[in-house]
């Protein structure tokens, strides 16, 4: 499929009017950075935008949105989503809009090409890095745009120690930076930052999980029971996938959170020159990075952790990862 560059983007964005922006399932910094970051630049360009209000966001994210859902009864001219590779990454309140995507703005390789225009570009940790590169063509920026921007790009690459993280990520965050965003609030915000039961929950992860191939293979189950016990909420869990990835000696990991209706979410993080973590996913019907996937299973815990290892012990025996 044929994509269109920043620049075309840019000219399709600054031809239009009337935008909905559209975020994806179980919404990262990332996804909420860029639809605010977006939405911000576009009304800066004398736009009318708006970005869909996404009831799965945390109270760590929904700050960003403040002022910026749409009015009851808005019909949006132009509908955009952000960091959104899959139809199945709709929220059921933007399913109505699955077959009216004007413009999609992705990093991932999984892209399945649903919108009339898509800017892809896959080499990017983040796509708001890519969004960052539109609003320069569109000539606008500001610290309201920028910080939401720069949360995009800071939580995608693990406040740049992610092995996806790029000369460009960086040469992105200090453009935004020069804005005179809040730095060192949103870092600790972010990553240094932690809730009681977050710590809980951690302790009882490593209790927990289960090691494979001679160490280099992590696996959590991450029950509702085992949440419970922590006394943690949805919030405590962001970004838990990143944690296992912080034990020495340890080179790839599988979270596995359950979801109410025996539904398991698998996030995958690996390294990529020695695990393809999208293939990984793929073989259970997900997709995203190379270093970074997702998918969801259902069953119990057990299948689930057997459907992971099994996907995992497939792909490491194929002879090549690219």
Request: net charge negative; with cysteine.
């Amino acid at each position: 499929m044929s994509t269109i560059t920043t620049a075309q983007a840019a000219e399709f964005l600054q031809a239009r009017d009337g935008y909905l922006i559209l975020t994806h399932v179980r919404p990262d910094g990332d996804t909420i950075g860029c639809g605010a970051g977006l939405c911000r630049a576009l009304r800066q360009a004398g736009k009318t935008a708006y970005v869909l209000d996404n009831p799965e966001a945390t109270e760590l994210f929904t700050p960003y949105f403040e002022g910026l859902t749409p009015p009851e009864g808005f019909v949006p001219d132009t509908v955009v989503s952000v960091d959104m590779a899959a139809r199945s990454l709709f929220p059921e309140g933007a399913k109505q809009y699955l077959d009216r995507v004007d413009l999609a703005i992705d990093h991932h390789p999984s892209q399945e090409f649903f919108a009339r225009e898509t800017c892809l570009e896959a080499d990017k940790a983040a796509c708001g890095e890519i969004i960052w590169k539109i609003c320069t063509e569109l000539g606008v920026m500001d610290a309201e745009i920028a910080t939401p921007l720069y949360v995009a790009i800071a939580t995608d690459c693990g406040c740049f120690v992610y092995a996806n993280t790029t000369p460009h990520t960086h040469r992105a965050a200090a453009a935004l930076m020069e804005q005179g965003i809040p730095v060192q609030a949103l870092n600790k915000r972010h990553f240094r930052t932690k809730s009681m039961a977050r710590m809980k929950l951690e302790s009882l992860i490593i209790e927990h999980m289960h090691l494979y191939h001679q160490g280099t293979v992590a696996v959590a189950p991450v029950s509702l029971e085992l949440i419970a016990q922590a006394g943690a909420t949805l919030e405590d869990t962001d970004d838990i996938a990143g944690f296992l990835g912080q034990l020495k000696g340890v080179l790839h990991t599988a979270t596995i959170r359950e979801h109410e209706g025996g539904e398991f979410r698998i996030s995958v993080r690996t390294k990529a020159d020695l695990l393809n973590a999208t293939r990984v996913c793929a073989r259970l019907g997900g997709g995203g990075h190379k270093a970074a996937s997702g998918c969801t299973v259902k069953g119990t815990v057990e299948e689930a952790e057997r459907a992971i290892l099994a996907a995992i012990d497939a792909q490491l025996a194929q002879p090549t990862q690219d």
